[in-house]
């Protein structure tokens, strides 16, 4: 990679970095945008390394910052505070020479048309390379810095996971594998993996997966043999979990809440050879097309619309369903790893109001079960109160609700209902699963 390549690379890496963190837009938003500018595969990574990475230790690198600032620099300064940041990440994170990240990131004071800054931006660095090991050790001392995490959600972790909370921030900050679901309607696992890989191994079976395949590096998707003729999908083996529990049976009534962007739908609809009686719903409709594009690449069909979840009455034909998979809003804290800007987005406010809103769609959605049917309560959350405390009340609540235990190897079994996956288990993202079935008579 030339020097020039590099520069417009940490250029259009800040302008990220300032999206997410300065305007509040969601990386999942602002990533495809930015690395759309790129047509070498190596400009694209190294900008999405940067740009991951910044935001992932956004705490701890702002933390060293404060120290070697003679003062807090002023809000409508965040570029220079941000490019800071951005070459601390790379002397702390990234094989780049120490001189390299000071030159190329002092650089970029040009583009932002802030002079003054100049001197400022390679003193810090600067003086950071003198003493890093003391700045570290510092600022370390508290471990939320450390970890780089929110305070409030350090602490919910090391309250709700005492002995696991350190294997959860770390994990967190953690590089996600890539995992892969086989289209099972369409080749067996083992068929799958010998196509991957043919000409190099760059695949396993996932050991919690029946269809799981983990890949052993990033890399294009969509140019591996199979994907545009639907040979799988791209699904974490956590979620690809909700399947194996719900077992969906062909003819079923099955309905898929809060559905988009389709890979559960999919899923549902493989595991039962294509035989559902499926309906997907899903609230936003812009997401509800990502939805179609995904069955339609598979080759799958179902019914699909939009639908508020907690409002039935609006989009119900009042047939009742044999099962229903409810991926419940939630804070998606169990997936900080493949988007770390959910750690300065998400706050502790947030959580109640997403509380009473599952509890909303719970309530909503358990008339619709048939007498002897179930329902899949599920979230990408580590936070008991969205999970086990969330299921615990609403059993109380709910005379004819009752659980079913998950006799499975992954996860772990609480005094609370349900199962959590904590991220890093297996490899697999930190989710929930309850399944609660309606009884008879």
Not at 254 to 266: F, I, M, N, S
Not at 332 to 353: S, V
Request: charged share 25%; hydrophobic share 40%; aromatic share 6%.
């Amino acid at each position: 990679m030339n020097a020039k390549s590099e520069i417009n690379s940490r250029y259009v890496a800040l302008k990220m970095c300032l999206s997410v963190i300065e305007n509040g837009r969601s990386l999942s938003q602002v990533l495809p945008e930015g690395l759309a500018q790129f047509h070498d595969g190596r400009d694209r990574s190294f900008t999405q390394n940067i740009v991951l990475g910044v935001l992932r230790w956004q705490l701890r690198l702002q933390a060293i910052c404060d120290q070697l600032l003679k003062k807090k620099l002023k809000a409508k300064d965040e570029d220079v505070n941000q490019l800071i940041l951005l070459g601390l990440y790379q002397i702390l994170y990234m094989d780049t020479p120490d001189h390299a990240a000071v030159s190329e990131t002092v650089a970029l004071v040009g583009k932002l048309k802030k002079p003054w800054a100049k001197g400022l931006v390679n003193g810090v660095l600067r003086n950071f390379l003198r003493d890093r090991e003391t700045l570290c050790a510092e600022v370390d001392l508290k471990p939320s810095q450390a970890y780089s995490h929110p305070q409030w959600f350090f602490k919910a972790m090391r309250k709700a996971y005492p002995q696991q909370w350190q294997e959860i921030l770390t994990a967190n900050n953690e590089i996600a594998p890539i995992t892969l679901r086989n289209n099972r309607l369409q080749q067996s696992r083992e068929t799958l993996l010998d196509l991957l890989n043919a000409e190099e191994k760059i695949s396993e079976a996932h050991p919690q997966c029946p269809n799981g395949i983990g890949l052993s590096r990033s890399m294009d998707i969509t140019a591996l043999p199979g994907f545009e003729d639907g040979a799988f999908s791209v699904q974490d083996g956590a979620a690809q979990q909700a399947a194996e529990l719900l077992q969906p049976q062909p003819g079923e009534h099955v309905l898929d809440a809060c559905a988009a962007p389709g890979g559960k739908t999919a899923h549902l609809l493989e595991y039962s050879g294509g035989q559902l009686d499926l309906l997907a719903i899903e609230k936003e409709p812009e997401r509800l097309e990502r939805l179609a594009e995904n069955l339609h690449r598979l080759g799958l069909e179902c019914d699909y619309q939009v639908g508020d979840a907690s409002e039935p009455e609006d989009w119900w034909d009042q047939r009742p369903f044999d099962k229903i998979l409810l991926d419940a809003p939630c804070s998606a804290t169990g997936i900080i790893r493949r988007h770390p800007d959910i750690k300065w987005h998400r706050t502790e406010e947030d959580i109640d109001a997403l509380c009473d809103l599952q509890a909303q769609i719970l309530k909503a959605l358990w008339p619709l079960v048939k007498p002897g049917g179930r329902l899949l309560y599920a979230t990408c959350s580590v936070l008991p109160q969205e999970n086990g405390l969330q299921i615990r009340r609403f059993l109380l609540e709910t005379a004819d609700a009752q659980e079913i235990p998950i006799e499975v190897e992954w996860g772990l079994s609480q005094e609370l209902p349900g199962r959590q996956i904590l991220p890093g288990d297996n490899g697999m993202d930190g989710f929930y699963y309850c399944l609660l079935e309606k009884m008879t008579g």
